[in-house]
C-alpha cells in the first residue's frame, strides 16, 4: 500500500476527505507525475484531495475490519486522551487496541499527539472521512481476491 500526494501540512481547521483505492497504482504514479510537473509550472495544487492505495482487496480488507472501524468511530466521537482510554471506549484489550493504532498511523489515517517519555499517546483522526473508489470495470486482475 502507499499513500500518494499527501502533503502533511493542513490548515487548522481543515481535514480533507481521504479517497481510498485499489490497484490503483500505475494511475496514481501517472497522476503523481502529472502533478509534479504542473507544481514546477507554477500551478496552484492546494485542491489535491490526498490517495491512499492498496494493492489487494486483502490489504484494504485490514484498514476496513469491523474492529479498526470500531476504532475510528469511537476516536471521531470520544476524542479520548490516550491509547488506554480508546481500548476502554471499544471495551477490547489494551495491547490489540495499541497494535491496530499503531497500523492505523502507518497508513497515514491516525496521527498521534504527545507520547514523549512517561506521557500518553492520544490517538487524532488525520481525515474527516474515508472514501472508498474500487472501479471492477476494466480491472486487469492485479488486485487479487474479495472475500465473499
Known amino acids: 500500500m502507499e499513500l500518494v500526494g499527501v502533503g502533511r501540512l493542513q490548515e487548522v481547521y481543515t481535514m480533507p476527505t481521504l479517497k481510498v483505492t485499489v490497484g490503483e497504482r500505475d494511475r496514481l504514479n501517472q497522476r503523481t507525475r502529472s502533478r509534479i510537473k504542473a507544481a514546477q509550472e507554477g500551478e496552484d495544487l492546494d485542491d489535491a484531495q490526498p490517495v491512499l492505495n492498496f ?12 474492529k479498526n472501524l470500531e476504532l475510528l468511530e469511537a476516536i471521531s466521537k470520544h476524542q479520548p486522551e ?40 492520544k490517538p487524532k483522526l488525520a481525515y474527516d472521512g474515508l472514501e472508498i473508489d474500487i472501479p471492477f470495470a476494466g480491472s486487469n486482475g492485479s488486485v487479487g481476491a474479495a472475500a465473499p
Open 82 to 121: 490516550s491509547i488506554r482510554e480508546a481500548a476502554d471506549l471499544v471495551e477490547r484489550d489494551y495491547k490489540q487496541v495499541h497494535r491496530n493504532l499503531s497500523e492505523l498511523e502507518d497508513i497515514g489515517v491516525i496521527e498521534f499527539e504527545n507520547g514523549g517519555p512517561g506521557q500518553a499517546k
Open 55 to 66: 494493492g489487494s482487496y486483502t490489504e484494504l480488507s485490514r484498514l476496513l475490519s469491523p
